[in-house]
């Protein structure tokens, strides 16, 4: 038990599909987090919230779309994607977020494996 | 701008004490260092983190040179189940959210 779970694990989807990946922490953080792990490359953060509001959002193209109802709630929505979106998708999240953020360890969650056909 | 720079893979066996160095020049006089193990298919989780000196907790120690420039992770007595990417975070100075991962370094233990 990680405190942030994400589901569905695995996720198969046609690039016509719409598909929702959930977040959800149970560690009381005010901050919530997507990053994307393509194979062979390094960790990309796609968005960051802060108490329900987004504060950052990193050129991420608009077929994903953040919501964050709560702070112990995130979500990405996806619609029309391609197959080069295929990867894993993380939620983290941290007690505070911004330049105190630092030396708040991320917590994550142990991702959706997304597969687009 | 602060980045690190860390060995993209190591070998080892099991029993032996492994050390991994991570090089920040750049690093910000109140930032840390943290350290955070993957496991395939899943999220990285968090290992240690440090701003000076020495620090341990129950897996592993992380010592911090006095001119705060490198740090290096220490695991004990390393299993097969240590086989992982590590990975070596400071802030890197330029963003208020954002954190820099690396390739990290993949640590492979053999029997």
């Known amino acids: 038990e990680t405190g942030v779970t994400q589901t569905p694990r695995h996720l198969v989807m046609g690039m016509t599909n719409k598909k929702s990946l959930k977040c959800e922490q149970h560690?009381?953080?005010?901050?919530m987090y997507w990053y994307k792990q393509s194979a062979k490359k390094p960790l990309e953060l796609m968005f960051v919230?802060?108490?329900?509001?987004?504060?950052e959002n990193n050129s991420v193209p608009s077929r994903f779309s953040p919501e964050c109802p709560n702070s112990s709630h995130l979500f990405l929505h996806l619609h029309t994607l391609q197959p080069e979106d295929s990867a894993l998708y993380l939620c983290a999240s941290s007690q505070d977020v911004g330049q105190t953020s630092y030396n708040s360890p991320l917590h994550f969650g142990n991702g959706t494996r997304l597969t687009v056909t | 701008l602060a980045k690190t720079t860390q060995p993209i893979s190591m070998d080892s066996y099991e029993g032996q004490e492994v050390n991994i160095t991570c090089s920040h020049n750049n690093i910000a006089t109140n930032d840390y260092i943290t350290w955070y193990q993957q496991f395939p298919s899943q999220g990285p989780r968090f290992i240690i983190q440090?701003?000076?000196?020495?620090v341990t907790n129950e897996v592993a120690s992380l010592f911090i040179p006095a001119d705060r420039k490198s740090s290096t992770l220490s695991l004990p007595r390393v299993s097969l189940s240590d086989t992982a990417v590590y990975y070596c975070?400071?802030?890197?100075?330029?963003?208020?959210?954002?954190?820099?991962w690396g390739a990290g370094t993949k640590l492979i233990i053999k029997p």
């Open positions: 919230y802060s108490l329900e509001e987004r504060v």
């Open positions: 560690l009381g953080h005010n901050a």
């Open positions: 975070l400071v802030p890197p100075g330029d963003s208020n959210y954002q954190l820099i």
């Open positions: 440090g701003y000076k000196t020495k």
